[in-house]
């Protein structure tokens, strides 16, 4: 009985949920001491039906556990600390937090704000009868034809920010950067100070626990950023690419949705109902170069020498102050993923239960614990925010909304709220201390950086490439203009000694550079060799080794950054 009545609500009425005893089996089947701690999603006075409660979310997983750590280490050997380069990294990072913008932050409508009190998702339609929980608006979704996207405000990259670029310069700051093109950066220093640390997917059902639990591929492939100078300020430009985008409707409708769960019906189609689909958008193109003033409200904060901006999607009084903005994502179904350039084919694969390995909600957080938290906890770490409303559709249909807390996905993503918050300074220090050394090298120059933790060798490859007569870009500007002064150029190099390997590699004209960071943790006495993990009572020490790759033959070099390149997903 203690377990029937911990489990989610939907799951002790029968009636309300088709799959009520495949999740009860699943939680049965968990350790005892997991049950004991499991919350009780309905208040205890309450004895009426499921469906008089509609502003209750419906639980579908365990909290994020907090439990101790096994970590494995060894002594450490004499020559640890006598190795050539090998630094202690500073203990703490100073981090300020600036003003914000004075533009007004959007906030919910049609009734969404109740998402954010009640734990849980909010399914569109109830499970007990199939009647709306919500206005019928937030049903179905506008296609990209049927809208005029050119009215929606442009994504502004910060080197054409004059925002950014003046509380930059009014900080002494010498890099500058958006959460768009810090976060994949961080992430793949993440994966290497953390030893390659797996997130938890304890709080899920039986049948997860099977699963891989590790990152995603997408999540750990190889990362590229411009470094762009002006006026002595590096701006971190994310790199676009010159491959087409398979994912553009996802693109296309994750604007168009903000604007959908914050406007009511007459604003929203004002604004972006086009009257003919056939006409030629309104709205006048973004200019291709040139600063662009922002329209959208953003958040700053300064951390060592760098000035990182994040956008605020939206803002509610009912969340605790300090943590009332939260980001908007809009979160198409595991089956449009997987085949996101063809999402018409996938539009009857829907979410219409809680748990389970297919058609769940349960299915769409474990696949975001593998391939977006990471990401996630980033964006509202620098942000400042409260957590992220999901909004959980098929690109036609909308099938429910969540708000998960910040505090949530750290516990997933790190363990604990202190190693998430060690983590992000000391991988946001680290960033900082290799882009100070490469700009040192290369002063005032145009350039191209990609990196990627390699776990086989547990290092860090960064690879610097100097960029002739870059033009900058926006990221909604014609792919296909200058697109041979965005992109490597390539050229044959014919060599007997790796013949089969050069048929499916190029290499690139202009200069590269190979650099390395390792990185390893001391925690209490003992060099740590598996997953990284500790606690406020420990006593910590962190070493960094960079330097530079010395190859006599710079075609090995060239041959790894094409192949980190192709990797990376951005070019053909």
């Known amino acids: 009985l203690s377990l029937r009545r911990g489990l989610p609500r939907a799951c002790r009425d029968a009636r309300a949920y088709s799959v009520s005893q495949t999740a009860l089996a699943g939680r049965r089947a968990s350790p005892v001491s997991r049950v004991e701690s499991l919350p009780t999603p309905l208040p205890s006075v309450y004895q009426g039906p499921v469906s008089m409660l509609p502003s209750l979310g419906y639980l579908y997983r365990f909290p994020p556990p907090s439990y101790p750590v096994l970590v494995k280490g060894v002594e450490v050997p004499s020559s640890f600390y006598a190795e050539e380069n090998r630094t202690l990294l500073p203990p703490d990072l100073e981090e300020v937090r600036l003003p914000s913008t004075d533009i007004p932050v959007p906030r919910l409508a ?44 442009p994504f502004i990259t910060t080197s054409r920010d004059p925002v950014v670029h003046r509380l930059a310069k009014e900080n002494n700051c010498l890099f500058k950067g958006s959460t768009s093109s ?28 099977k699963q891989p639990g590790n990152f995603t591929s ?45 406007m009511d019906t007459a604003q929203f189609s004002e ?10 958008p309104s709205a006048t193109p ?15 904060i300064k951390a060592g020498d760098i000035l990182l901006r994040s956008q605020t999607d939206c803002q509610s009084p009912l969340l605790p102050p300090g943590k009332d903005t939260f980001d908007l994502k809009t979160r198409a179904t595991v089956a449009v993923r997987i085949d996101v350039s063809n999402p018409h084919a996938h539009r009857d694969y829907r979410i219409d239960r809680l748990v389970g390995d297919e058609n769940s909600f349960e299915r769409e957080y474990y696949d ?13 770490r620098i942000g400042h925010m ?3 409303m999901v909004a959980y559709h098929n690109t036609a249909e909308m ?75 926006d990221d909604n500007m014609n792919r296909d203009h200058n697109m041979d002064l965005r992109k490597p150029k390539f050229r044959e190099q014919p060599d007997e000694r790796n013949s089969r390997l050069l048929s499916q590699t190029k290499t690139i004209r202009n200069q590269v550079h190979w650099y390395t960071l390792n990185v390893d943790t001391v925690v209490n006495g003992l060099l740590v060799t598996g997953p990284l993990h500790y606690t406020a009572k420990d006593s910590v020490q962190t070493y960094y080794k960079w330097q530079k790759v010395a190859k006599e033959d710079k075609l090995d070099t060239l041959m790894a950054y094409a192949q980190l390149l192709r990797g990376s997903k951005l070019y053909t």
């Open 271 to 280: 604004l972006l109902l086009n009257p003919n689909s056939l006409l030629t």
């Open 368 to 380: 975001m614990i593998r391939a977006a938290f990471m990401k996630y906890c980033f964006q509202m």
């Open 286 to 300: 973004t200019p291709l170069f040139g600063d662009i003033e922002p329209t959208e409200h953003y958040s700053y």
């Open 182 to 209: 810090t976060t994949g950066a961080l992430s793949q220093i993440y994966f290497l100070f953390s030893k390659f640390k797996s997130p938890s997917t304890s709080m899920l059902s039986s049948y997860f626990q």
């Open 386 to 388: 409260g957590g992220i």
């Open 399 to 473: 099938f429910g909304f969540e708000f998960i807390t910040f505090d949530e996905v750290q516990r997933v993503i790190f363990g604990s709220e202190y190693f998430a918050e060690a983590s992000f300074k000391n991988t946001l220090h680290l960033l900082q201390i290799m882009l100070r050394d490469i700009t040192s090298q290369f002063p005032m120059q145009p350039l191209r950086l990609t990196m990627h933790a390699n776990r086989n060798q547990n290092v860090l490859d960064v690879f610097v490439e100097e960029v002739d007569n870059d033009p900058g870009y």
């Open 110 to 153: 049609h009734g969404l704000e109740k998402v954010l009190t009640s734990p849980g998702v909010h399914p569109l339609r109830s499970f007990h009868n199939r009647s709306l929980n919500f206005p019928n608006f937030l049903q179905f979704i506008h296609q990209p034809h049927e809208l005029d996207i050119n009215r929606l405000p």
């Open 218 to 262: 997408s999540a750990c492939k190889p990362v590229t950023l411009f470094l762009r100078p002006r006026d002595g300020i590096y701006s971190l430009d994310a790199d676009p690419g010159n491959r087409p985008r398979d994912n553009q409707i996802l693109l296309d409708l994750g604007k168009s949705l903000e604007r959908m769960l914050t």
